[in-house]
């Protein structure tokens, strides 16, 4: 259950009994971190062992290897494939445990992968991919010696070229449990729950549609472990969703598909979503190969047919049309806190403070660079600026019209990993949203063939019957929660070494950023 | 409702085997012909179509590269044989300005027609040179300037091309200025003539197609008009200080003609206009280092109704390869050199007198909508087109090499169709864009910079005020 303080005495003068909870009984996941394996019989790996004619089986390189690389199973006379996923590489060496020297056959070879370099793109290079299902798999912060650079991608720019400015040591001592990563979500005080999430994230929409039910359920899985939220997207609330309902963001958006009073009903946060990153300024897509029946049948449309969300809301043509909008929502779910999803134009500052005077909880900013199941390609470099630019833009207006402390800003659009997330937050968002960050952790390896025919081949995002097979509920729900575990242990990290209790203590703090194009002399430079 | 703008399109299908970024998948030995990547992993079912294509295999180097890079028969194989690499005769595409994403993205909108639609979001750098370091802006909850909640279909993306008047003289009810001739196509595009090294002797012919096809106007040389006069308000003669005349009654049937820049200019106009005074009268302005400060001078004449301005085939100043050298000034970019004509212009009070046609460099669609927002009234392309034609760039079109598109073997019906599907496309992107700017008329886009927004300009406000100086500026 989540663990927001209704004022339940006050609220239930004024509200009907059946808004202040959901009718469902909620199902609990144990925030548990243990081993999830990589589904794949082959992980790619950085680097590759080969095993030559000249092995003897003596069993050495098994002994030796510190990360059990080499698998000689009891009872076989050959050695199983390396688990080349495992090695470290050339660097093993000066652990005195490399197996390449400690062979008395000279048997065996560790080379870089050279299918490595098709693995990625810029802004997410293999290194982060790699990291991010070693987090995933582990619940843990990746071993140094892996070498993954993780911290950034190599976009060369926004994040990629912050860096934060740690001090020499900690100003003061914290235990890990000192620190607090959590954030409120209801600044405002109107009486309705004052939600707190134990991490600064929580999961981006995704519709059923865009990825199967069980990257669903995965994801309000980890959701409900780590007491934070995930969000339906636009295509319908599935009722197997239903157990989550307290850990669920359900979103009316320009299509209204599978919108019902009863489906806002469910939920303590429910968000409009005016734009989507990928695709400022154009509604969603889902091609038609991807509205099977089951989708047809959630999203009320037509089997087969591809689904064009509108652009904008044919309703909402003003500040003031916004609000009618919010005030609807706040009549139907009496308890439900509003979020807004907005794009970030040059006036996204202006969006946001005309968004919270017409009553949101919570600004969502979606930057230029976000996830999306499908959008034309033209779209989703072109229009609207990165996240890196909005961020400071958002904080400081509302600053300025002295309602910062009135509101939640949340950031999303290109937040890859635990740096990102601080970045983002020191650069003045109280927390972000993740998305695809969650499907790497899935085994996404962001081929970009999610649009079309029968979707993701990795059985992420589709809605194909057999390739959602290819992975269970199980699975993908302790692997998100691996790597949320693993994230906020980086964050605490970086909390630590500023001496900071709680993670709203970083939030604007640029000064303790530098960036790596700039001459970061600024106060000199003012002087001057 | 009136009639739309609308292109007839068909699919067009590549005649050479395609060339996909991955799909050398590299089967090492030991096989145990378990067949679990033939069989189950690859949801593409490409290896079996790779087997078929094999099988009916017509030209020796026309291997199979259409995986779709999805990793799955690699992770899944038995004894983890499998090996995939980017493909090497994609890397090789075109060069570092048109990227073998450009000309692939071309390829397959030549191909189907379509708007490239995919999943993931964007996997390139944060920002670049040239038009990748600007984002067009779009239009949220509150934009006073919006033209309004509309579909797709009231976007219009006509222009006009001549010269405007500043005013009209009026007597009582009656207009006593004589207006000049003006001419309006449908879309902001103007098919450009071959680059030299380019031109092939059916590559015309299939271009004035493709315009008439697509309401559009193709610039021809005038030394390779073949002699047919139909259709030629789709062809603007270019006249070249070594191109002949056109014959009067050729010229009389055309709407626009383009003449090269020299001291005799004003001069040449008037000849054309006693010829055929309803013509619009464009001057060809090479942007070399000084074309800028020529375009604007030029722009100052009355004569002067259309000022086409063109860059290198990369978007560069004309003659900027020399700067490469180490301490040479980095040469000027189309969009900057567009902006600043254009914002010259606006303070010399003759902005909306003159029709800007800016060209080179424009690849991609959204080049065209952000040339436009920098300046120009219309753009031109040549290099898209060759593209279209499978061409690889790989700019072997000299005797005595081969041509790995065969374009030379190009059928008129085929060039036509991918060009004309091309055209289309980048039409229904152009809308896209204007679409989530807010934007109902591609004229009011011309030069408004505030529906974008700037590299430079964003840093400097974000990062500028936190850091100080951006290095290396």
Known sequence: MASYSVQEKTIKNI?????????VPQEEVARVIKPAPPRYRNEIAKYV??????????????EVCLYKVHVLKPGYKYFAEPKNYLCIGPTCEKSGHYCVTKCPQGALEVKENPMYKTLGDFRWPADLILATWKMAETGDVPPEEYGYDYECGNSGGGFDRLRFKFPEKPPVKLNESEVDTGISLNKRDDGRPKIKIDVPWYGGGMSFGSVSNVTQLSKARAAVAWNTFTCTGEGGYMERMRPYDDHVITQVATGLFGVREETIQRVPIVEFKYAQGAKPGLGGHLLGDKNTPAVARMREA????????????????????????????????????ISTKVSTPTDVDMVAVGSYSAGTHIVHIDGGYGGTGAAPDIAKKNIAMPIEYAIGKVHNFLADEGVRDKVTLIASGGIRSAHDVAKAIALGADGVVIGTAELVALGCVRCSRCESGRGCPRGIATTDLELSKKMDVEWGTQRIINLYNAWRKVLVRILQQFGMRSISELRGRTDLLMHLDYTNEVEAENER | MPEKYHIKTQPVPPRRPRIGKYGVVDWREDCARCHNCVKKACVYDRYRQEADYIRNLSDVDALFFDCMGCFSCVQDCTKGLLCMSVNPVYENLGNSYWTPDIIKTTWLQAETAKIPVSGAGYRGPFAGQGFDSMWTDMSEIVRPTRDGIHGREYISTSVDIGRKLSFLAVDGEKATTSLPPLVSIPMPLILDMAFPAHALPQLDAIIKQTAVNTGLIAILDSRHWAGDDEQLEHIAFYLGPDSPDVPKEALRKTLLVEISDSGKVIERIKELKKIHPQIVVAVRVELTTEGVERAIKLAEFEEIEVIHIA???NGNEIGSTSSLQVGAKKPQFIKDMTRHIHTTLIEKGIRDEITLIAGGGVALPEHLAKEIICGADLVTINLPLLISLECHLCESCRPGMVCPAKLEKIDFDYGVGRMTNLIAAWHDQLIEVMGAMGMREVRRLRGDVGRAMFFENLEEETFGKLFGSRKND
């Open chain 1, 49 to 62: 062992v080969h095993r030559n004619l000249n092995c003897k089986r003596c069993g050495k390189c098994a």
């Open chain 1, 15 to 23: 509200l009907p009994e059946n808004t202040l909870r959901t009718f």
């Open chain 2, 311 to 313: 860059a290198d085939a």
């Open chain 1, 302 to 337: 037509v089997l087969g047919i591809s689904l064009f969300s509108p652009f904008p809301f044919h309703s909402v043509y003003s500040i003031e049309d916004h609000a009618k909008h919010i005030d609807w929502i706040k009549h139907v779910n009496r308890r439900a806190l």
